[in-house]
């Protein structure tokens, strides 16, 4: 069966130009790095290409009007979305050739091709239904869930473990109790986008209980991420016991990030997938993987990488001590960790109970 990579090298047309963090070759120099540490080829990781999400795709989530306008924008090819997601000339074949990339491991994993697949040029979880935003043109997590359910899916779990909160996944489902979204991010008093991404933020209505906010200190370490993924996301995952699983895999809460203020090493992200590959063998989940955010070189291909080979159950070359002691990092969480977690546990169990 194997782990399917959705890639196009059409993916470098999304890049918001010079000086902007999100550029075109993230993904081609992502790939390099992967091919360096012995995760492509036969038998290991497969390639498969997508093709552009069509309009009523986009629409099944954002409005008409939106996507109209980016179309009309993408003509004319300057101005802005907003001040952090500038236009270029074709970003609506950009933002839709990304997308149908998500739309692509999304097929691939529901007709049963295999049991987990992935498109690093997506997770972009910012995007309102009516606006793009913080780097992200259109919700693609919010797009191929809204899809799923519409294809019969019965439960989602969405996790975010991005640097920054995932707030327009959090909005698109938060009155639902078929999408159970949750989010490891900087504390959003101190990180875009400020405005939510708070533990009391729990849903509303039939939502009520199936949204799940872990902000996480802005000097957080390993053991402050290893420490609260392991309270929550195996209890989570087992309680809700989800169809499919979308990992918004983003990388930029790396020490070596220049968008985020974590201090996680690969150690994190290794620990977090190898939970996640060893919860999810042997139960019909099936498994959705969503790049996100990671501007820094060679650090977000080893990011990414050490991720894919985990779900792929392959060795790599990726030397994640070396990285860890680099980082830096703690014995003991913090002890405000502790609390965010101790906050948040009676609410999982509130989730068993359903
Ligand atoms: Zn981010």
């Given at each position: 069966m194997g782990l399917a990579l959705v890639y196009t090298d059409e993916y470098r047309r999304l890049d918001f130009g010079p000086g902007h963090p999100m550029r075109g070759d993230r993904y081609e120099r992502a790939m390099a790095v992967f091919r360096e540490k012995g995760l492509l080829g036969e038998g290991k990781v497969t390639i498969e290409s997508p093709r552009p999400a069509s309009f009523e795709e986009l629409t099944s989530f954002h409005t008409t009007e939106y996507v109209k306008r980016v179309q009309a924008l993408s003509k004319i090819g300057s101005g802005s979305i907003t001040p952090d997601t500038p236009i270029f000339p074709g970003i609506y074949e950009a933002g839709?050739?990304?997308?149908?990339?998500?739309?692509?491991?999304?097929?691939?994993?529901?007709?049963?091709?295999?049991?987990?697949?992935?498109?690093?040029?997506?997770?972009?979880?910012?995007?309102?239904?009516?606006?793009?935003?913080?780097?992200?043109?259109?919700?693609?997590?919010?797009?191929?869930?809204?899809?799923?359910?519409?294809?019969?899916?019965?439960?989602?779990?969405?996790?975010?473990?991005?640097?920054?909160?995932?707030?327009?996944?959090?909005?698109?489902?938060?009155?639902?109790?078929?999408?159970?979204?949750?989010?490891?991010?900087?504390?959003?008093?101190?990180?875009?986008?400020?405005?939510?991404?708070?533990?009391?933020?729990?849903?509303?209505?039939?939502?009520?209980?199936?949204?799940?906010?872990?902000?996480?200190?802005?000097?957080?370490?390993?053991?402050?991420?290893?420490?609260?993924?392991?309270?929550?996301?195996?209890?989570?995952?087992?309680?809700?016991?989800?169809?499919?699983?979308?990992?918004?895999?983003?990388?930029?809460?790396?020490?070596?990030?220049?968008?985020?203020?974590?201090?996680?090493?690969?150690?994190?992200?290794?620990?977090?997938?190898?939970?996640?590959?060893?919860?999810?063998?042997?139960?019909?989940?099936?498994?959705i993987f969503l790049g996100g955010g990671g501007f820094v070189h060679p650090t977000l291909g080893l990011g990414w990488g050490v991720q894919i080979a985990n779900f792929a159950g392959i060795p790599s070359d990726i030397d994640v001590e070396a990285d860890a002691r680099n980082c830096g990092n703690r014995h003991e969480p913090l002890a405000l960790v502790k609390r965010t977690v101790d906050a948040l546990l009676p609410r999982v169990e509130g989730l068993q109970r359903k």
């Open positions: 839709a050739i990304s997308v149908g990339g998500s739309i692509k491991a999304m097929e691939l994993v529901l007709d049963g091709a295999y049991p987990a697949a992935g498109n690093l040029c997506g997770g972009w979880h910012h995007a309102f239904a009516e606006t793009g935003r913080g780097f992200c043109i259109f919700n693609d997590i919010a797009i191929i869930v809204t899809l799923m359910l519409q294809r019969g899916v019965g439960r989602v779990m969405v996790l975010d473990i991005d640097a920054h909160h995932g707030d327009g996944t959090q909005r698109a489902f938060y009155r639902r109790n078929d999408v159970l979204t949750v989010s490891f991010h900087q504390d959003p008093r101190t990180l875009y986008p400020f405005a939510s991404g708070f533990v009391d933020e729990a849903g509303e209505g039939d939502g009520l209980g199936y949204n799940f906010n872990v902000p996480m200190p802005p000097d957080a370490k390993d053991a402050d991420f290893i420490y609260a993924f392991d309270a929550l996301v195996p209890a989570l995952l087992e309680s809700y016991r989800p169809d499919v699983l979308v990992l918004q895999m983003g990388v930029d809460g790396h020490c070596s990030g220049i968008v985020s203020h974590l201090s996680y090493s690969l150690k994190s992200y290794d620990h977090a997938s190898r939970v996640l590959a060893e919860l999810l063998r042997g139960t019909h989940t099936k498994l």
